[in-house]
């Protein structure tokens, strides 16, 4: 049986007919095109494919798609805004804080809610609250060292290209 999907994605609005059974990350990955969501580990444990569901931090490989009816979620492509990559996208660039790149997304919608909730943690807070996202290639230190730069306040914000937000149309029919 088929569902009715509506939600936001990024700032637009996505209707789709889905499978009950299907994944936010597939949902965002496949059928939207936004492929800054990773699954690396399908399970919940590494938090590359962490996305905001209402401002909150969720594993998009855990959560069913209809489980975001009528939410707000927004990815790592949804947190650039007015031209510019918000404070961590721009420090983990400025640190070099990327390596393979498969965690990093996950990491940069983590730590950017974090840090909009808890903008002056002490270092052990700070651990704490990224501990849930895994990286096997940064030893963490590049990782951390961005997040202290933007806690101080001393990043620039760097300029992307202004690339209109497209999200695969929706499909012909009614929902």
């Known amino acids: ?5 509506q939600l936001t994605v990024n ?24 492929t800054g969501a990773k699954e690396g580990c399908g399970t919940g444990d590494c938090g590359a494919c962490t996305v905001l569901i209402d401002g909150s931090p969720q594993h998009s490989c855990l959560t069913l798609a209809v489980e975001a009816e009528g939410a707000a979620v927004t990815t790592v492509e949804g947190l650039a805004s007015d031209e510019k990559l918000n404070a961590v996208q721009s420090a983990f660039v400025a640190a070099g804080a990327t390596q ?3 965690c990093t997304p996950g990491f940069v919608v983590m730590a950017s809610a974090y840090l909009r909730d808890n903008p002056t ?53 009614e929902l």
């Open 121 to 173: 943690p002490t270092d052990h807070e700070l651990r704490m609250g990224i501990a849930g996202n895994l990286c096997r290639c940064t030893g963490y230190e590049t990782i951390v060292t961005a997040l202290h730069s933007v806690i101080d306040g001393k990043v620039e914000l760097i300029d992307v290209a202004p690339e209109p937000q497209e999200l695969a149309p929706e499909p012909e029919g």
């Open 1 to 5: 049986m088929d569902y009715p999907l």
């Open 100 to 102: 393979c790149g498969i």
């Open 11 to 34: 700032g637009v609005g996505v209707k789709r007919i889905i499978e009950p059974q299907v994944r936010l990350l597939d949902l965002l990955r496949e059928d939207l095109g936004l």
